[in-house]
């Protein structure tokens, strides 16, 4: 069964960090983008990150740059999202997602095959 688990969200005070893990089952990250997404309720979904296969293609949503890093092991067949610098405005259902990509990434959800169940991120003091 393909699956992709977050976890790693949680409660958080202003400016602390958090790091999100999307480990993949039933199929390997190998030539795979992973793209995190979020969504605040009333909100639409935000692309807020994406990765390419080999690190060489990342991207990231003007609120989140230079506070938010994208890697991957992919030997561990797992994403990373480390949050740094939390704002209550980061508080959101945070999403991976995967999708077969030669080595690029892309902050648009329709193009990802494969999404995650989601884990919650709470910025609040």
């Not at 999100?20 to 089952?25: E, M, N, P």
């Not at 740094?84 to 997602?97: G, M």
Request: hydrophobic share 30%; net charge negative; proline share 3%.
């Amino acid at each position: 069964q393909v699956q992709l688990v977050e976890s790693g969200g949680g409660l958080v005070q202003p400016g602390g960090s958090l790091r999100l893990s999307c480990a993949a089952s039933g199929f390997t990250l190998d030539y795979y983008a992973i793209g995190w997404f979020r969504q605040a309720p009333g909100k639409e979904r935000e692309g807020v990150s994406c990765i390419s296969y080999s690190d060489g293609v990342t991207y990231y949503a003007d609120s989140v740059k230079g506070r938010f890093t994208s890697s991957r092991d992919n030997a561990k067949n797992t994403a990373y999202l480390q949050m740094n610098s939390l704002k209550p405005e980061d508080t959101a259902v945070y999403y991976c997602a995967a999708f077969w990509a030669v080595d690029t990434c892309t902050p648009r959800g329709i193009e990802y095959d494969y999404w995650g169940q989601g884990t919650q991120v709470t910025v609040s003091s």
